[in-house]
């Protein structure tokens, strides 16, 4: 598994090397709009804003889905036989789109507890005081409510696989309703 990921490192570092162009994205951006949006954010269920990630991040996602190491069905046939070029140029492209929030109405004694939880987590520690991310690290600020609290319930329950473990030792023992507060305060971020 290390010689995986240590070769996801160097594949993940030579692509963004080359850069990637936003305006070329045009041609492969239709396959990810129909559940990502066509710039970026999100009106499916569940389904992760795109807009305003960090690049790197958007980068390694992709290619952790088509080699396998992040099992997502429905993006294993998306990425099977997408270039490195296209990679590139879709990670360009979304991670330039403006996050557009929709995070609905916010529940202060919710958000309250989520923001303790979020200073007790150190969650600001990787994902930046803004929780913008940085690198390979997940903006959260103003992620969809309903991904985020999926996303974290798997980290914790060790269902999510090809990602770092790091969220699972620190979501573990985290109760669903504390995680629902949680999704609910970083939803609301700006």
Known sequence: MRATFASLALVCSAALAQGGSPERAAKTIEICSACHGQDGNAAVSSTPSLAAQPETFLVSQMILFREGLRQVPQMASVFAKTSEQDLLDLAAYFS???????????????????????????????????????????????????????????????????????????????????????????????
């Not at 989520?114 to 959260?140: T, V």
């Open 96 to 190: 330039k789109q403006p996050l557009k929030p929709n995070p609905g109405v916010r529940d202060a004694a919710l958000y309250d507890k989520g923001a303790a939880l979020s200073k007790r987590g150190s969650c600001g520690g990787c994902h930046l005081a803004d929780y913008r991310g940085r690198e390979q690290i997940p903006r959260l600020a103003g992620q969809r409510e309903d991904y985020l609290a999926s996303t974290m319930i798997a980290y914790r329950d060790n269902k999510r696989s090809g990602t770092d473990t790091t969220m699972a030792g620190i979501l573990y023992g985290i109760s669903d309703p504390e995680i629902r507060a949680l999704a609910h305060y970083l939803a609301h971020q700006r």
